[in-house]
T-cell receptor, first 111, second 114 residues
Framework: KNEVEQSPQNLTAQEGEFITINCSYS?????LHWLQQHPGGGIVSLFM???GKKKHGRLIATINIQEKHSSLHITASHPRDSAVYIC?????????????FGKGTLLTVNP | ETGVTQSPTHLIKTRGQQVTLRCSSQ?????VSWYQQALGQGPQFIFQ???????GRGNFPPRFSGLQFPNYSSELNVNALELDDSALYLC?????????????FGPGTRLLVL
């Protein structure tokens, strides 16, 4: 069993829909990251959180440390949101930021 | 734009050869991590360098080695290439601030080993 599990693996939505991507992990962490990867490889960091909730534009990330679970929400989805969304956990803290990644969720938003 | 660049963007090598991949971090980012991402998988941590010294290593053999330079650039070297080394190699830089830090990823180098 992977230490970081994401669901769903693939998600197709219509423009304007509310989207939720889930991440569960089985290890102790100091922080959790949500990343976006577009075709071609480039990865962009969306959020880093260790508790509670963060919001940036149409994106919202929440984490429940007790339940070892995080969600990424996209409101009013748009075709440009189509990408792979990856959850990664930082198990090390301090100055050694070794991230353990989930396999990603492929989101396709159709116009 | 993350301010992190990688070269080359694509590379084809044959089994047994050696390869050097390069990463240029943001100025002031003295931590760089390298990751290997196989097709359809999440990235896997290879190693991290902090102030030019290795500061953590994932489950990769010694033929994967690295260097970090004072000018915020770094290298990933892979000797005796194997077919399974075909992947996207990503570097990410950060500046540790005592606990947590956002990592800034480069666009990656796509390596194909034939």
């Amino acid at each position: 069993k992977n230490e970081v599990e994401q669901s769903p693996q693939n998600l197709t939505a219509q423009e304007g829909e509310f989207i939720t991507i889930n991440c569960s992990y089985s290890v102790g962490i100091s922080a959790l990251h949500w990343l976006q990867q577009h075709p071609g490889g480039g990865i962009v960091s969306l959020f880093m959180l260790s508790s509670g909730k963060k919001k940036h534009g149409r994106l919202i990330a929440t984490i429940n440390i007790q339940e070892k679970h995080s969600s990424l929400h996209i409101t009013a989805s748009h075709p440009r949101d189509s990408a792979v969304y990856i959850c990664a956990v930082d198990r090390s803290g301090g100055s050694n930021y070794k991230l353990t990644f989930g396999k990603g969720t492929l989101l396709t938003v159709n116009p | 734009e993350t301010g992190v660049t990688q070269s080359p963007t694509h590379l084809i090598k044959t089994r047994g050869q050696q390869v050097t991949l390069r990463c240029s971090s943001q100025s002031g980012h003295n931590t760089v991590s390298w990751y290997q991402q196989a097709l359809g998988q999440g990235p896997q941590f290879i190693f991290q360098y902090y102030r030019e010294e290795e500061n953590g290593r994932g489950n990769f053999p010694p033929r994967f080695s690295g260097l970090q330079f004072p000018n915020y650039s770094s290298e990933l070297n892979v000797n005796a290439l194997e077919l399974d080394d075909s992947a996207l190699y990503l570097c990410a830089s950060s500046t540790p601030t005592g606990g947590q830090e956002t990592q800034y990823f480069g666009p990656g180098t796509r390596l194909l080993v034939l």
